[in-house]
């Protein structure tokens, strides 16, 4: 084993040191001491052409992890020897017609094509294949572990075309004959362990024979069988992108619209692109390939670069599925640049792959089209905007007849875009480490997109919304009858036009391209039953509730164009400068959760309208998550929305505002008021639940002093927070040097405070030691006298020396977070919220799902706070989420991912860290791993990053959160991609009660927020009515909430002994765990006597053992009114 | 289950007394305490020695009248006095102790008028179970403790009053002080030495960490300052040294890190 691990060590890196090592062994007194020149260069080297030597080494790593071994690679050349000599042994086939199957039915093997239309002229021999080589990555060395597969090419003899072929799927149809008939043959070879058919890129047109074939050392191997023709079985011309080479008169039979085209002139006739680039495709395939292999040969830095690129562009998902940006477009790209002298030979693998993305990122392969053509135009070539005009994306091939990127997008290139910016920026980011960003965090499909909806599909809807389509029949034709695609295109361009400035990007999820037996029908994409679409919000413009159109005078033309797309729902409207447009209005709610889905109102109705999709096809997934967040008013008062509550927070801040300035007001006490700030979570928009306005005037009330106070027997009053108002007063040098003296002087002043509040303000006050409770507008605050002299006092110790020592208390700890601490992060985290809209959303999201876990006693508030406030200030590898459940899967898969025990997560909060803090930071965390705890948090204001993650989370604590969140977004993930038509999106907020080892449940009456509840229709009990609120009203009850202060004794009664956990937000059970250590017996000691009786062992010796009994008595009699019942799953 | 030899015996281990008590009638389980004679080296005049009966182990919901029920057989009780930690002597209260009590299991000490009445408690059977509640002295607990101790309003006139109190005798307090240090200005002790007090004509600075620290760095800053840098050949060839060392360090720290992260399997992106 050690043996291992030291082989292990000597990396690739190292073995370039090795002889260095040793000549520095014998010179040690050389130069620079320690370390020999070589070794120096490499570390220069590595400071100026690396982002850092910590990149470098992981990224030598992650190409050591994925490179194909020479093993691998020797046992592919000779499973690809052995394939070859077989194929090219094969004996020369009869001929058959075209449509002919039985020769391939005896055999029970299907043809790997969808054939539409079924006849076809023509006949078919097979011929054995005239040239058989290895291409694509396992030449150029770029291959990307794991599943590899190499690509091997057999060259169809000319002879077995006639020259006509090209025409009417003959071509495509003779191939995949081809294809079947190898496979027949090479069925029965011993070496052949399996064979299976799929579709190159995923395309229809294009099938492939994957071969297994057994290697000598029993070992497996999957190669790939591409049929191509000889290079000059047809004249390349004959593929111009606006040719025809399907025929209309017999893709649509003889009855249909094509008849009257002229058969001969093919001009007239609809131009087939995408067809005619398929087969383009094929016959360039070896000029295109030598011409790569030739470029990238002995570049060693070109070939890591490209697989850094390839391992980049998986973790995206783009590189998989028709369409996508496959790993051929990605190492012809490279070439280019490397023609373009953008690259050289000599650069190293990271320079490579940032000027490759870098380029990317500012690439339009619309208008400026990339091209590995060198020779001058010639007529007879399509031009790029020939190209572009088919509504490809244009990438040029070296013979300047075929565009490589024939199959994709322009929405989809702008997604690669996208992400190649984003992986700049990221890189940028100099002190991040971005490793992980860019090739180890898997981006799925959910967690990409802010918006993801799906269409259902059958074939009465697809053939409907196909007739929306302008010139769908020539499409289809185009196509091979694949409606699917052209659905799905027709959509995007629908979609990037409706919603335009509101939408970075849209995306369709790309179809994976599947495998299926030799004698199973070919895949048809027809058969998939709903698509998938993805939308990046721009969360500048995509809450906009008006769709401000041109100038709307009758005469105008874009008016018209204008409201011909929006139909009855454009009209006229007057703006506030006099000007009359065409605009649009989706919704007239104030409510951000409404605001939030006027996208999915947009998508809905322009699928519509201009897809012809119906409404009840589409399944939006935005807003599932809502109801989460959602309370059931009993609303009797109109003005009260409540919606996902980001109103009602604004609207407890708005009497915040007007307390603040009473407070600013108040004369009578001796000191000003320095400043004064809220650290209740409602002030950082980040309360769950924000409070709801106090009820007033039930009759049945008593009233004590001012007071309304709870009376057995009756139904307990509706709960009402208080939030916590800190008040710092101007520094002063006449505190006292004693804790007590400096509490009593509050308590005065908060005395004072009351009584003018209560006199002048004519505010209901309650005045108590350590705080005031002012009502205001229905919300209770508690204000808090602060000063900072009590901070230092508390921390002073005097030694015996005289010398005054600042020591940290417990004491003085929670004071500075009340009154420094909280106040700073709560302002800040309200500017987040002001640049971020969706910010308060996903972190009461969050903390839903935390709380409904019951493992909110576990993780401090604050904390997750500050997690989603990272999510939003260093969102890479994605955009900031731009809906709240989106932010929920991101903020879940983080948990999951982040590497707690080796990196300190650093939120960088109004961009406060400086320079040298983002490199100590790091550097002390590491030195102190042992001493911090779990989780560290850093932020500007505190460095260490301990103070919201101590003394919880535990290590073990830890490990259930992550546990729990793995699965949570496991489920979540499949609920929104895969089960979105029967799913019940609040399963993961439904907390598994079966390993608790005492279950607790409440009585409803106890349960003051069972309106909170995940599963509660209950609506909350009372809500404020508009009577006049007179002087003299009576305080409510405040802060009491029965269930919570018993989970809390439980908590500090039983700490010692056993675990409690409780859903805080309306959970109507509490769980408790023992502790393992506290069932053992124990010995005879004071401190252990509580809940323990008194037994005597063999030897006389007396322990203590804990008396489980007793414990869940008093567990009853404490909760004597609260608990309904109490279940004990397993044996005490 | 410990067993008795005789049933009309209490138990005794280790010298505490062993009770089995029951909350009321209703309990399923008894729950322990364990009683001994109060013994402390500090005396203090509430708890005298020989009178006073310490209980450990005393249900949180228990109150200073249960247990009285419990031991109004021993012998006529003055107080209970009930904690949350055992102590020398009763815990002061603070102005601030009211407010958010913390339950806890308590500990109680009784304080009997006559000294047989700790015998007669620690003497007390085991067999026999005890109720801590009767008619009369019912348990409070749950919502009906909830329920009362929130009607437990405060008295603003009280507070004000309490705390002008308390910081009449503070200020009192510390006027002393004051006095008595600016009485000893300049007075040499009996070693000559004269102490530096805060007040009066010579005031010192206040000897913290951090003046102290601030020192020494005053110090070696201005040190610093004088030097020249990269003046002399050697010196520039140090500092190349030092930046080449620097490189080094980092680099054999980060070869560290990626040794962990790939023992962690931290390379395997799918």
């Known amino acids: 084993m050690k043996r291992k691990l030291a082989e292990n060590e000597s990396s690739d890196i190292e073995k370039t040191n090795d002889a260095a090592v040793e000549t520095t062994k014998k010179n040690k007194k050389s130069k620079h001491g320690d370390f020999s020149g070589q070794e120096i260069t490499r570390l220069k080297e590595t400071e100026a052409l690396f982002h850092s030597s910590l990149f470098r080494l992981q990224m030598s790593e992650l190409l050591k992890e994925v490179s194909v071994k020479l093993k691998l690679q020797a046992r592919v050349k000779e499973a690809f020897e052995a394939l070859s000599k077989m194929v090219k042994g094969l004996s020369v086939g009869k001929v058959h017609k075209i449509t002919d199957r039985e020769w391939l039915q005896s055999k029970s093997i299907k043809v790997p094509l969808i054939e539409n239309p079924a006849s076809v002229k023509g006949v078919f021999q097979f011929l054995p294949p005239v040239n058989v080589r290895l291409s694509g990555s396992f030449v150029l060395d770029t291959a990307v572990k794991p599943d590899v597969v190499a690509d091997v090419v057999m060259e169809i003899p000319k002879e077995s075309f006639n020259p006509k072929d090209y025409l009417n799927q003959r071509y495509t149809r003779k191939r995949a004959l081809y294809l079947a008939a190898v496979a027949s043959k090479l069925h029965k070879k011993k070496r052949i362990e399996d064979l299976k058919f799929t579709y190159f890129l995923g395309n229809p047109y294009k099938p492939v024979l994957l071969v297994t074939v057994k290697g000598s050392d029993s070992k497996s191997v999957q190669l790939c069988l591409h049929a191509v023709p000889e290079t000059d079985t047809f004249r390349l011309s004959r593929f111009h992108v606006s040719r025809n080479n399907v025929r209309p008169k017999w893709f649509l039979g003889k009855a249909g619209s094509g008849a009257e085209f002229d058969e001969e002139d093919d001009s007239l006739l609809p131009a087939t692109p995408f067809y005619n680039s398929n087969i383009l495709h094929d016959l360039c395939m070896s000029t295109n390939d030598s011409f790569i292999e030739k470029m990238l040969k002995g570049a060693e830095g070109l070939s890591q670069g490209i697989k850094l690129l390839k391992v980049w562009l998986r973790q995206r998902e783009l590189s998989q599925g028709f369409g996508a940006f496959s790993s051929c477009l990605i190492t012809a790209y490279v070439v280019y640049l490397l023609m373009t002298k953008k690259l050289n030979k000599i650069m190293n693998c990271y320079q490579v792959f940032r000027t490759t993305l870098l380029s990317l990122s500012k690439a339009d392969w619309t208008s400026e089209a990339p091209s590995l053509y060198e020779g001058k135009q010639d007529r007879s070539q399509p031009a790029v905007d020939e190209f572009r005009d088919v509504g490809q994306s244009v990438f040029v091939d070296r013979t300047g007849y075929f565009n490589i990127a024939y199959m994709m997008t322009p929405t989809f290139f702008a997604r690669v875009k996208h992400e190649a910016g984003l992986a700049i920026k990221a890189l940028d980011h100099s002190h991040h480490n971005c490793f992980d960003v860019l090739f180890m965090t898997h981006l799925s499909f959910a967690r990409s997109f802010d918006h993801i909806f799906h269409i259902n599909l059958t074939s009465e809807l697809i053939e409907a919304a196909s007739k929306k389509v302008v010139d769908s029949s020539q499409k289809e034709m185009d196509l091979g009858g694949h409606l699917n695609i052209l659905l799905s295109q027709h959509i995007q361009i629908q979609l990037s036009k409706a919603l335009d400035r509101r939408i970075c990007l849209v995306q369709p999820l790309l179809s994976v391209s599947r495998k299926w037996n030799i004698s199973d029908e070919p895949y048809s994409f027809n058969e998939e039953n709903h698509l998938t679409f993805g939308l990046v919000l721009d969360a500048t413009c995509a809450f906009n509730i008006l769709d401000k159109g041109p100038l709307g005078n009758p005469g105008n033309p874009e008016a018209k164009e204008f409201r011909e797309f929006w139909g009855e729902k454009s009209e006229p409207r007057r703006f506030k400068d006099g000007t009359i447009h065409e605009a649009v209005l989706w919704t007239s709610s104030p409510c951000q959760s409404d605001r939030r889905l006027v996208c999915k109102k947009i998508v809905k109705f322009v699928l519509e309208r201009h897809c012809g999709v119906p409404r009840r096809s589409v399944h939006y997934m935005a807003g599932k998550l809502d109801s989460l967040l959602h309370l059931n008013l009993a609303s009797k008062n109109e003005n009260l929305i409540y919606g996902t509550g980001e109103e009602q927070s604004l609207a407890v801040i708005r009497a915040y505002d007007q307390v603040n300035r009473a407070l600013r007001a108040l004369t009578s006490l001796p000191l000003s008021i320095h400043s004064i700030q809220g650290i209740h979570p409602v002030f950082r928009h980040s309360d769950v639940f924000p409070a709801l306005p106090a009820p007033v005037g039930a009759d049945d009330i008593s009233v004590v002093s001012g007071h309304v106070v709870p009376k057995e027997g009756k139904s307990l009053p509706q709960f009402v927070p208080a939030m916590t108002v800190m008040c710092m007063l101007e520094s002063s040098g006449k505190w006292p040097e004693e804790a007590e003296a400096i509490k009593c002087l509050k308590a005065l002043f908060h005395v004072k405070m009351g009584k003018e509040l209560h006199e002048k303000h004519l505010l209901p006050v309650s005045v108590h030691k350590t705080y005031v409770d002012v009502l205001k507008d229905g919300f209770v605050f508690r204000l808090k006298i602060a000063n900072t002299r009590e901070l230092a006092v508390l921390r002073t110790v005097v030694t015996d020396s005289g010398m005054i020592k600042f020591r940290e208390t417990e004491e003085s700890v929670a004071l500075e977070k009340e009154i420094i601490a909280l106040p700073h992060l709560t302002s800040l985290l309200h500017g987040l919220q002001q640049e971020h809209p969706a910010y308060s959303a996903t972190v009461r999201l969050c903390k839903r799902w935390i709380a409904s876990q019951m493992v909110w006693s576990l993780l401090r508030e604050e904390a997750v706070e500050l997690i989603v406030a990272y999510l939003f200030i260093f969102p890479h590898p994605y955009t900031a989420p731009a809906d709240p459940s989106v932010g929920l899967m991101r903020f879940l898969h983080f948990f999951v991912t982040f590497n707690w025990k080796a990196n300190p997560l650093m939120v960088n909060l109004n961009k406060e860290f400086s320079e040298e803090d983002l490199t100590s930071i790091p550097k002390d965390f590491m030195k102190n791993r042992a001493t911090l705890p779990s989780m560290c948090i850093a932020t500007p204001q505190d460095k260490t990053g301990t103070k919201w993650t101590k003394p919880t989370p535990s290590e073990s604590h830890l490990q259930r959160l992550i546990l729990l969140a793995r699965e949570s977004l496991k489920i979540l993930e499949s609920q929104i991609m895969t089960d979105y038509l029967s799913s019940d999106f609040k399963l993961i907020f439904r907390p598994p009660l079966e390993h608790y080892d005492l279950v607790i449940r409440l009585l409803k009456k106890a349960n003051v927020l069972a309106h909170q509840s995940v599963d509660g229709p209950h609506e909350v009990p009372a809500c404020v009515e508009e009577k006049s609120l007179a002087d003299g009203q009576p305080l409510p009850v405040i802060e009491f909430n029965v269930a919570r202060k018993y989970f809390h004794d439980l908590q500090s009664i039983f700490g010692d002994v056993a675990m409690f956990f409780h859903d805080p937000f309306g959970g109507n059970v509490i769980g408790m765990v023992w502790k393992a250590q506290a069932t053992e017996k124990k010995d005879f000691k004071i401190s252990l006597f509580p809940y323990r009786k008194p037994i005597v062992c063999e030897n006389e010796v007396i322990n203590l053992e804990l008396q489980k009994e007793s414990i869940l008595d008093d567990i009853r009699v404490l909760g004597g009114g609260i608990v309904e019942c109490i279940e004990c799953p397993k044996q005490l | ?270």
């Open chain 2, 1 to 270: 289950m410990v067993s008795t030899t005789n049933e009309s015996e209490a138990l005794v281990l280790q010298g505490f007394t062993v009770l089995q008590v029951k909350g009321s009638e209703r309990s399923h389980a008894s729950h322990y305490l364990f009683l001994r004679p109060h013994s402390s080296p500090f005396s203090c005049a509430e708890w005298p020695e020989g009178k006073t009966l310490v209980v450990y182990s005393v249900p949180p919901y228990c109150r200073e009248e249960n247990l009285m029920l419990l031991f109004k057989g021993c012998g006529e009780i003055v107080q209970v006095y009930l904690q949350p930690k055992p102590s020398g002597m009763p815990s002061k209260k603070s102005f601030f102790s009211t407010e958010e009590s913390i339950k806890s299991v308590q500990v109680a000490y009784v304080v009997f008028k006559k000294p047989n009445g700790v015998k007669n408690a620690c003497s007390m059977t085991y067999s026999q179970v005890r109720y801590l509640s009767d008619k009369t002295v019912p348990l409070v607990s749950g919502l009906r403790a909830y329920c009362e101790e929130y009607k437990q309003l405060p008295d603003v006139a009280a507070i004000e009053k309490e705390a002008e109190a308390y910081m009449a005798v503070y200020y009192k307090k510390k006027e002393e002080e004051e006095k008595k240090d600016k009485q000893l200005e300049g007075v040499p002790d009996e070693e000559g030495f004269i102490k530096v007090t805060r007040h009066g004509k010579n005031k010192g600075g206040r000897r913290t960490e951090e003046t102290e620290r601030k020192g020494h760095e005053h110090i070696r800053s201005r040190r610093k300052k004088n030097e020249l840098k990269d003046f002399y050949t050697f010196q520039f060839r140090e500092t190349k040294k030092t930046h080449i060392a620097e490189l080094q360090a980092k680099f054999e720290e980060d070869k560290k890190r990626v040794k962990e992260m790939r023992m962690a399997r931290k390379f395997k992106p799918f």
